[in-house]
């Protein structure tokens, strides 16, 4: 027998932090600090006696035994939600998850001389209730998808035979390990609408009058009629309106509940203008007010059609992203991008082991005016790298040492080039995530235009070498001096490399 609702429920007296749980299964909990409370219960973090050091994935309700909400939510959970049934249904209806909270256990205990009840169940993150406080509204994007996410949960419960009751910002909570999950929590008003396939008759009855929440309770629940599915539906589509326009049209009359009740009759009277007139300047309601039309337009024992529900909430049908609280451009979570931290000495001790081989490929370019794959790969891999090493590359006053560095290294290969422009052409140094693109100069012997070469030293001393002549263009003596100057210009790129490389380290 459930016990009997009185006005004297009260929140128990605190169990101490420590204290072993046995439920009815014969599983041992231990109770860690409390973390909140209820109405009527109290809630602490719970570790199973065998995983006292992991992080807490459970909570622990408690309440007195003669209270209860506690009571209805765990018939709930043991007649409609148990684990099985919410996996098969996750199967069954193709979802990704189901916002059903997962319940692991329940039981009896004594603390002086009180008897207490108690239930395990899985832990959560923060409600939407202190979200909204901190953000005020929410997006359109993330008050739609709020909205069809609670629709899966809905048609689950409903099929079961259970409506909520009292959906609202506070007993949404976001997921522990995963805050891009939503959750509907909190049963304890939890109502059988349709014991055994039988719907419960319309009957009003004014004693039980505007129970629940007064804010987003429904119109059958202000008449004291039992809720019904088109109750849940009702009372989603005021939270909706919440949280895009961040207020109600009763909300200066909640101490009022007749008021409250006329004003909801109003507003449903009037769809879709009501919706419209009250949505602020600029914002588009017209989803949540043609969702209000099809619950308000439902019989008292009429099944929803919820694949409709959810199409005008998501007329794309686009697959439902992760959830983003924001308002004014600011977001509640913001994802960060770590960048692996770059040792600038190492890399430059790599690029002078790799210069020889960027030399051999870049001949075999300049001869056959086709690039290397692995000289390919190189660069783009250097190109894509670039952007990281630059944000970690150190200080202003490292940047400014190897700045100078790099200016020397170009007045000495100025130099060369002046000595000897007509055999080579060397361009400036470039920053590390610029890559100049050579362009080809028409040779006065041929109509067609030499390869362009990208030089060895291209990603780390910012030089590139723009042309050579080919060997079939040189006269014998003209062969032997360009030989000549280009291995004491591969000894000069290496010397210069090894030493930029020391210094660096």
Not at 211 to 240: P, Q
């Amino acid at each position: 027998m459930p016990p009997k609702r009185t006005h004297r429920s009260r929140l128990p007296v605190p169990l101490p932090e420590g204290k072993v749980l046995d439920d009815t299964e014969g599983k041992q909990w231990v109770l860690g600090e409390k973390i909140g409370s209820g109405g009527f219960g109290l809630i602490y973090l719970a570790f199973p006696t065998n995983k006292l050091d992991e992080d807490a994935r459970y909570v622990i309700k408690v309440e007195y035994q003669e209270n209860g909400p506690l009571f209805s939510e765990l018939k709930f959970y043991q007649r409609a939600a148990k684990r099985d049934c919410i996996k098969k249904w996750i199967t069954l209806k193709q979802l990704d998850y189901l916002g059903i909270p997962l319940f692991y256990g329940s039981g009896l205990t004594t603390f002086n001389g009180k008897s207490y009840r108690f239930m395990v169940m899985e832990r959560l993150g923060t409600d939407l209730q202190k979200i909204s406080d901190q953000r005020g509204t929410f997006k359109k994007s993330t008050v739609l998808h709020l909205g069809i996410r609670m629709l899966d949960v809905l048609e689950y419960i409903h099929e079961n035979e259970y409506i909520h009751g009292d959906i609202k910002a506070a007993n949404l909570l976001l997921g522990y390990k995963n805050p891009a999950q939503v959750y509907l929590a909190d049963y304890g008003l939890s109502y059988r609408y349709c014991p055994n396939g039988n719907h419960k008759q319309y009957r009003e009855n004014p004693r039980n009058g505007h129970s629940g929440t007064v804010e987003f309770t429904s119109l059958d629940a202000h008449k004291g009629v039992a809720l019904s599915r088109r109750s849940d539906l009702e009372i989603l589509g005021y939270c909706m309106l919440r949280w895009l326009c961040g207020k109600l049209p009763w909300e200066r009359d909640l101490r009022d509940p007749a008021a409250v009740q006329t004003a909801k009759t109003n507003l449903l009277d009037e769809l879709p203008e009501s919706v419209f007139t009250w949505a602020p300047a600029g914002s588009s309601c017209h989803e949540i007010a043609q969702y209000l039309e099809c619950a308000h337009g439902l019989a008292y024992d009429e099944k929803p059609n919820y694949q409709m529900l959810r199409k005008i909430l998501n007329p794309s049908g686009r697959p439902l992203g992760p959830l983003e609280f924001s308002t004014n451009g600011h977001s509640v979570n913001t994802a960060t991008t770590s960048y692996p931290k770059v040792d600038v000495g190492q890399a430059a001790a790599k690029q002078v082991h790799l210069v020889p081989n960027r030399l051999k490929e870049s001949r075999v370019w300049g001869e056959t005016g086709v690039e290397p794959r692995a000289a390919g790969r190189q660069r783009q891999s250097s190109e894509a790298a670039a952007p990281g090493a630059q944000l970690h590359s150190g200080t202003a006053q490292e940047s400014a040492r190897r700045r100078q560095k790099y200016h020397e290294l170009q007045e000495c290969l100025n130099e060369v080039k002046n000595s000897r422009q007509k055999y080579i052409c060397i361009q400036p140094p470039t920053p590390f995530c610029e890559y100049p693109q050579a362009v080809p100069r028409a040779h006065k012997n041929s109509q067609a235009r030499p390869p362009v070469w990208d030089g060895p030293g291209s990603s780390t001393l910012g030089t590139e070498v723009a042309e050579f002549k080919s060997p079939s263009q040189l006269t014998h003596s003209e062969e032997a001096t360009t030989q000549v100057y280009f291995y004491s210009l591969l000894i000069l790129f290496l010397l210069m490399l090894i030493f930029l490389a020391l210094y660096l380290l």
